[in-house]
């Protein structure tokens, strides 16, 4: 959201209005905590729900001299935000739940012997899995590296525990992890702006400032009889001890009176939850409520003391029981005879979103009060709207270059395989990765799979681009797990591997060299559409600019693939089919023949960036048709699985959404019989850029 004032376009989260009230996304929100906490650094990797964050501190980068990147990936995030921690300075790192796991090592290491600027660990879960591969709760990781979480239950507390957070990090010299959730950061909310922190801290580096050889866990630093590592980790233990205490006081941690004797025991988006369950619920009596802000590590007294005159106690978390099964810990010597509710009993189920309609129920159930239950005016709306609503896969936008790389690979695979009868018996393999191109293993939903049982090679047939990855995991994984493939001996068919381009940056490199250098004869794909484009178009390393716009290099993959050792590389353009297709077919019998790692990028960028360029510039972009006289309804083009190309069952003829056409021809170089064809002679849009 921009704001005009005067002249100036300032983002409303840099506004320097405090008292004032804004609706903010929590991400803003936490973008708006940092700056209030005098943020001199900011860096992460683009990954939902977490990517407002730098995009916002991006925006205001400039007025309020903040350094803001994205990084290559979260680790190099992580360490760019440690090393700017490292000389005094206040820095945030930002990630998604599943980014986690790639700083857990720096992470791990650094709270040996802490910083003396502060460090705020932002992540961002993702219950519900609604934009990842796993619905990964990253708190009981913070946990096992020994740092104060906190958790906001709404978006002004994002703020305020992101401006906090930066103070308690420097009052103990060690991180502060901030865990929010999709609810939060990807929804708006009410907040309260406060002092801009104009003061800077100072830029030094002192390797003896508090502890010797503060930055080296291997140092001869000698604390309580133990040198090393040891040392440095008993250093830590004595700092998180003093956080067990500070805890205590925090006002995020505080309890709210009932008049019997059950209890909830609610954090983070888990008490917003609370709070608008029990408006809602018609119950007589009012139970006793706990909220945490601290789920790590929780404020034990306090806790002691709620529960001593409680018989039954539900706790209200999102994600694992992580605060639960400490509870239960804690109950054992303080009040073993209390019953103790969640998510780990089954009172609220163990997967998926948390939600207000499972916390209505277990409300309803602890308080004795009438089970919350659907009205029949929603039932029946309910009912009636499944009646219309098809299941179906996502699919990629209009015009996508991928779904001409996956059209090309479909028809490769097919030809190589048939080409090389006497050598593959069976089925290619072809493993995904994380970004846009994901939706090639997505499937279709309306299509009923069942599993089998024998351990055999089955050669699956793939009717659209949606149904053509086999495996699917993490950010690079694909090119590793095709590597484990070949060299475990699987030769039934051709093994591929797919990537985009800014995820061959961020995880795929080094497990190039490694294919290289352990010669796996695998081919490798590389889509490369010029920007990070599943998490909101952020640049990357191809784009030619950084988070705050400036110019940067443009990085060609052919030279660092060429660099890491593969001599066989092409660049082609997935909107020529046939060229293209010959280039992957030459790069597969290479692979296949000389037994050999072969990479062919499918270079073409992003179509939405190029129809949001040519609108702003004002240039028309037309649209392909259908001649309904010579289309024979072979459905080749709806296999295609573009959106703008549909089918008319009455017909039972194809035809294309001018709203929805961006002219990129995949259509009209599909179609058999040339039934597909511009609307107009003259045709500006994506195919002529």
């Known amino acids: 959201m921009l704001l005009k004032c005067g002249v100036v376009v300032v983002h409303i989260v840099g506004l320097d209005k405090p008292g004032s009230r804004f609706l903010l996304q929590g991400n803003e929100a936490v973008a708006r905590g940092a700056l209030e906490g005098g943020v001199q650094v900011a860096a992460g990797y683009p990954g939902t729900p977490s990517s407002e964050v730098i995009e916002t501190l991006a925006e205001i980068a400039k007025d309020y001299g903040i350094y803001v990147e994205w990084s290559i990936n979260e680790k190099v995030a992580f360490d760019v935000a440690v090393g700017a921690a490292s000389v005094g300075a206040r820095a945030i790192v930002t990630a998604k739940n599943a980014g986690v796991n790639w700083y857990m090592d720096m992470f791990a290491t650094v709270v040996y012997g802490g910083l003396p600027g502060g460090l705020v660990v932002y992540a961002a879960d993702d219950p519900g899995a609604f934009y990842s591969s796993t619905e990964q709760d990253t708190r009981p990781l913070a946990k096992s590296v020994g740092v104060l979480i906190l958790e906001p239950a709404d978006q002004g507390e994002s703020k305020e525990m992101v401006r906090l957070g930066f103070d308690y990090s420097e009052k103990f010299e060690l991180p502060v992890f901030v865990r929010s959730v ?165 009172t609220i189920r163990s997967f998926g979103e948390l939600g207000l309609s499972q916390v209505l129920k277990a409300l309803a159930d602890l308080t004795g009060s009438k089970s919350y239950e659907l009205d029949d005016e929603r039932r029946n709306v309910k009912a009636e709207i499944k009646k219309i609503v098809a299941p179906r896969s996502s699919m990629m936008c209009a015009g996508c270059p991928h779904l001409g790389t996956y059209w090309v690979l479909r028809f490769a695979l097919h030809k190589i395989v048939n080409k090389y009868r006497d050598r593959f018996k069976g089925a290619w393999i072809v493993n995904g990765d994380i970004g846009c191109y994901e939706m090639g293993g997505y499937g279709l939903f309306a299509k009923e799979i069942e599993p089998q049982k024998e351990k055999a090679t089955r050669r699956v047939s793939i009717d659209n681009p949606y149904e053509i990855l086999d495996s699917n995991y993490i950010m690079g994984g694909g090119i590793g797990v095709a590597q484990g493939q070949y060299h475990a001996g699987y030769r039934e068919g051709p093994i591929v591997a797919v990537a985009g381009d800014s995820t061959f940056f961020h995880a795929c ?24 484009a599943m998490t909101g178009h952020q640049p990357a390393p191809t784009t030619g600019i950084t988070a705050t716009g400036s110019p940067s290099k443009v990085y060609g993959i052919e030279e660092i693939a060429r660099a890491l050792g593969v001599d066989d590389v092409w660049v082609t353009d997935p909107y020529d089919l046939k060229k293209a297709e010959e280039v992957l077919i030459g790069a597969m019998e290479k692979t296949v023949n000389e037994n050999k790692t072969t990479l062919v990028i499918f270079k073409r960028e992003c179509a939405l960036q190029v129809v949001r360029r040519l609108t702003r510039e004002g240039k028309i972009i037309t649209h392909y048709l259908v001649d309904t006289d010579k289309c024979v309804g072979c459905r080749l083009c709806v296999q295609l699985g573009c959106p703008a190309v549909g089918w008319d069952k009455n017909s039972k003829k194809a035809f294309i959404d001018p709203t929805l056409c961006v002219s990129c021809s995949l259509c009209a170089q599909v179609c058999p019989v040339k039934a597909i064809k511009p609307s107009t002679e003259r045709v500006v849009g994506v195919k002529e850029v």
């Open 182 to 346: 999709t609810r939060i950061s990807h929804s708006s909310g009410d907040v309260l702006y406060g002092e801009i922190r104009k003061e800077r801290n100072k830029i030094f580096f002192n390797r003896h400032y508090g502890l010797p050889f503060r930055y080296n866990v291997y140092g001869p630093y000698r604390y309580k009889g133990e040198t090393g590592p040891s040392a440095k980790h008993a250093w830590q233990l004595e700092r998180l001890d003093e956080i067990r205490e500070f805890v205590e006081e925090l006002p995020f941690n505080q309890v709210e009176e009932g008049n019997a004797d059950v209890g909830i025991i609610a954090s983070g988006i888990g008490y917003s939850y609370v709070k608008d369950a029990l408006v809602r619920l018609d119950c007589g009596i009012k139970p006793w409520v706990l909220k945490i802000g601290t789920p790590y590590p929780l404020p034990t007294r306090k806790i002691s003391e709620f529960l001593r005159n409680l018989k039954k106690v539900l706790v209200i978390e999102e994600g694992d029981p992580f605060i639960e099964e400490q509870i239960k810990a804690l109950s054992k010597d303080c009040c073993p005879d209390i019953k103790i509710l969640g998510r780990g009993t089954g």
């Open 509 to 532: 490199m080094p497990a190039l060299l490694n294919a290289t250098y352990n010669k796996a004869a695998v081919t490798f794909l590389v889509l490369d559409n010029s920007w990070t």
